[in-house]
């Protein structure tokens, strides 16, 4: 798998995915303020990923400070977290990361500067360390509900590219065709921002994996002509009662794979609960720039002066999610119940292992 995101010793280095699949280049942020941007304008994207990018970006901007004394650099870790956190609003895996990062510098502050910010990179290293392992995790629980053979469709890219490799929602087609499954994808192109016409169908390309692209408005045809045995795609957000924030026109491929009873799966990592929701309704949905509709590869569609609404993500209810995949196991109905359960697990293993390992204080 090409690296989505890594640390060097000159900074942060981002595949730059506007880019793909024209050209394979990467993106070098010096400082936090360059991976905030990398974030904004979306040379990394992915819930997973961008968690991974903030969590570096804390780092990174923590090794760049001039900061004498702890009170100092932890000052400057609360404006450089600020400044990330203001990138996009919608992938919870942002503020979790950012919110790990700050009990990594709690639990060092009595530390020199040069201690708490050799702990902020061994932290910021071990998130993205651990998103890969955690995706491969989510796979192998994900598999087992595919079939042995079939077609099936995602919405967007919820792949290595969208997490530190590997994927969420591809890997669980990654780990199903590893286990010798004999999986096609359908690609919905995922307009406007063509996230799988472009990315989906290049990594998958890659992998040898059998892709076809299809524009949004044929979902309904293939799952109607009962083309496609099940449905996979990521999340942004997910709230307590199981109701999924994901790239806009999800809902409607749900909505379409209910119709025509079709399962429709989420994988998710647990970072992307945020179960202080009760429902989707309160997840918040970032508007983006009109020239991402009106325009394709800065060639203007549509006239000037018309109006553009432009909503990033939406929010697809729970009544039409068949399981939740994360990589302490599946939800099923009823998400209340069972969201918390895994979520309730995650957290004693995580408190066990900090427990097990005073020395290395892990937040």
Not at 102 to 108: D, E, G, I, L, S
Not at 209 to 236: E, R, S, W, Y
Request: aromatic fraction near 4%; proline fraction near 5%; hydrophobic fraction near 45%.
């Amino acid at each position: 798998m090409i690296p989505t995101l890594e640390w060097t010793d000159e900074g942060v280095k981002l595949l730059d995915q506007p880019a793909l699949p024209a050209r394979v280049e990467y993106k070098l942020c010096r400082d936090h303020h360059e991976v905030a941007a990398g974030i904004r304008e979306m040379v990394v994207r992915g819930a997973p990923a961008i968690g991974v990018a903030a969590a570096l970006g804390v780092a990174l901007g923590a090794k760049r400070s001039s900061a004498a004394t702890a009170e100092a650099l932890g000052r400057e870790l609360d404006e450089i977290c600020e400044a990330l956190r203001r990138t996009r609003p919608t992938a919870v895996n942002l503020f979790w990361a950012l919110e790990r990062m700050k009990r990594c510098f709690a639990a060092h502050a009595t530390e020199t500067p040069a201690a708490i910010r050799a702990a902020l990179e061994r932290e910021a290293r071990a998130i993205l360390d651990e998103d890969i392992a955690i995706n491969r995790a989510m796979g192998a629980h994900g598999a087992a509900l595919l079939p042995d053979a079939g077609r099936v469709l995602t919405h967007c890219n919820a792949g290595a590219l969208a997490t530190a490799g590997y994927g969420t929602a591809l890997g669980v087609i990654r780990a199903a065709v590893e286990a010798g499954k004999k999986i096609e994808v359908y690609a919905d192109e995922t307009r406007p921002y063509l996230q799988g016409a472009r990315l989906t169908a290049w990594e998958l390309l890659q992998d040898k994996i059998p892709t076809t692209v299809i524009t949004d408005n044929m979902a309904g045809h293939f799952l109607h002509a009962g083309k496609i045995a099940c449905v996979v795609v990521g999340a942004d957000r997910i709230a307590a009662n199981g109701d999924v924030a994901n790239k806009i026109g999800t809902y409607a491929v749900a909505v379409l794979a209910h119709e025509n009873n079709v399962p429709f799966y989420v994988a998710a990592p647990i970072s992307t609960l945020d179960l202080t929701l009760a429902d989707g309704g309160a997840i918040p949905i970032e508007q983006r720039g009109a020239a991402e509709v009106t325009h394709l590869c800065g060639v203007a569609i549509t006239p000037e002066g018309v109006g553009v609404e432009n909503p990033a993500f939406d929010v697809t209810p729970h009544r039409y999610v068949s399981a939740i995949i994360t990589e302490r196991g599946v939800a099923r109905p009823p998400y209340g119940e069972s969201l918390a359960r895994l979520a309730r697990s995650a957290e004693h293993d995580a408190d066990a292992a900090r427990t097990a390992a005073p020395g290395r204080r892990r937040a």
